[in-house]
């Protein structure tokens, strides 16, 4: 069980300077908009042990260096900031990780200072403390806290990213995050295809299926704790669900000449899935729980492609019941159905923005292109010029 509380493990640290003459009284942030701005510089020293302690992980002086790295990597992976850190740079005792030496810093050139610890509790948790610093203003911008057992230290490194991303950009945190997919591996003519998941940055790789069937199009529940994904079992296609937390799986619908790209709702309630019966294809959506699949098109030809407004509220789908590949937008019941596309070409795979003031899409006609429109149709603007896009 990972938990991720804050923690006051120190002091609070004493009232800091303010700025020197002539340094700028505003607090360092990030426009993650503007192309041209130069990357913020953050040194991130190796986080400090108070005794070292050998745990399952590791011993705490080997993981404060560890996790120090990993917060480096994040931020540079971002591509918004200059880290620099922990290799080269001074290391620093525990009683400097609330009471930074900021004239050093300064020297530095360093504009943000991440300092930390690592501390191996009674219980046999570890308390990793996270700390953002503004180094011209000498002022704590950030603390963060978790207590973590010791093989989830990299989530707290994770969790301590993602604490220093926030602040310094506005932006919502991703840092601690997993990758859902399909693995293939084998010859060309036994390939095998297994669910995969790992860390966002490539680690904690592992397998969920043993390979034994074809899996495909997986998709996270809303919490993380789900997986939706299409399986042939003994060459019937079927939708299933994947529980992380047990690492069971669960049977919603079988037996059906199609069915492919299922999709939770936003609540995590519903599954929404593509279903062809009798040579029609029809959105369908079923609860996540399991029982029968409820109808939401009906019209003649091929329904697919279904994702679910932020709110919930709404559906997007492409359909060609017009005659060619469109767009359509419909109640999350199916009522209410209507056509939002009417550009040249044919129009596929949209996905709903996690706004919910766009929708993207693919242009087929001379070509592959992307591009957006609002929920109603309009302001339609393609973003891509390439042909095969």
Known sequence: MFVATPVVAQQ????????????????????????????????????????VVNTPAGSTDALGRQIAQIITDNLRNS??????????????????VSAPDFGYWRGATAQALVQGFVRANGDGNLTVGCYLYDVALGTELARKGFVVRPADWRRAAHKCSDAIYTRLTGEGPYFDSRVIYVSETGPKNRRIKRLAIMDQDGANHRFLTNGQS???????????????????????????????????????????????????????????????VAGNADIYRIAATGGTPQRLTTAPGIDTGGSYSPDGSRIVFESDRSGTQQLYVMNADGTNQQRISFGGGRYATPAWSPRGDLIAFTRMGGGFRIGVMSPSGGGEKLLTEAWGD
């Open 79 to 96: 591509g918004l900031f200059k880290p620099l850190g922990p290799t080269g740079v001074r290391a620093i005792p525990v009683s400097e």
């Open 12 to 51: 609070q640290p004493a009232a800091q300077p303010t700025a020197p003459a002539g340094e700028s009284q505003e607090l360092p942030t990030i426009d993650v908009t503007d192309e041209s701005a130069q990357d913020l510089t953050i040194i991130i020293p190796p986080m400090p042990t108070q005794q």
């Open 214 to 276: 074809i899996v495909l199009t997986p998709r996270f529940s809303p919490d993380e704790r789900r997986i939706a994904y299409m399986s042939y079992q003994n060459d019937k296609p079927s939708l299933y669900v994947y529980d992380l937390s047990n690492g069971t799986q669960r049977l919603l619908v079988t037996n059906v000449s199609l069915a492919f790209a299922p999709r939770f709702s936003p609540d995590g309630r519903w599954i929404l899935f593509t279903m062809s």
